[in-house]
Nanobody, 127 residues
Framework: QVTLVESGGGLVQAGGSLRLSCATSGRTVDNYAVGWFRQAPGKERECVTAIGRSGVLTYYADSVKGRFTISRDNAKNTVSLQMNSLEPEDTAVYYC????????????????????WGQGTQVTVSS
């Protein structure tokens, strides 16, 4: 069982930055691939970025490439999401999710592939 807790959301002006953190407990996060998802009102939950166990393999949605950076510190059981050049379209509830994997060559982008989810943190970008 893995428990995930997101933090770092808030209100920011367009062009600003936020850093989200996902703290894990219960199991060491180095056995889990982790993803960040977001869901805006009336829209489906979408994968923003994902990272494999070792941190080498990453995925970014086209909409955030060059602006967002995912990283992980397995020693601290933390996965972070640095968000720069934020746009009003980035406004959503952001969730981190974790999935156990034995492979260093896997990340997951389908929310149905994840067993563990945090409670979400609101990010609001004003224009």
């Amino acid at each position: 069982q893995v428990t995930l807790v997101e933090s770092g959301g808030g209100l920011v002006q367009a062009g600003g930055s936020l850093r989200l953190s996902c703290a894990t407990s219960g199991r060491t996060v180095d056995n889990y691939a982790v993803g960040w998802f977001r869901q805006a009102p009336g829209k489906e939950r979408e994968c923003v970025t994902a990272i494999g166990r070792s941190g080498v393999l990453t995925y970014y949605a086209d909409s955030v490439k060059g602006r967002f950076t995912i990283s992980r510190d397995n020693a601290k059981n933390t996965v972070s999401l640095q968000m720069n050049s934020l746009e009003p379209e980035d406004t959503a509830v952001y969730y981190c999710a974790a999935e156990f994997t034995r492979s260093n060559s896997r990340y997951y982008t389908d929310p149905h592939e994840y067993d563990y989810w945090g409670q979400g943190t609101q990010v609001t970008v004003s224009s």
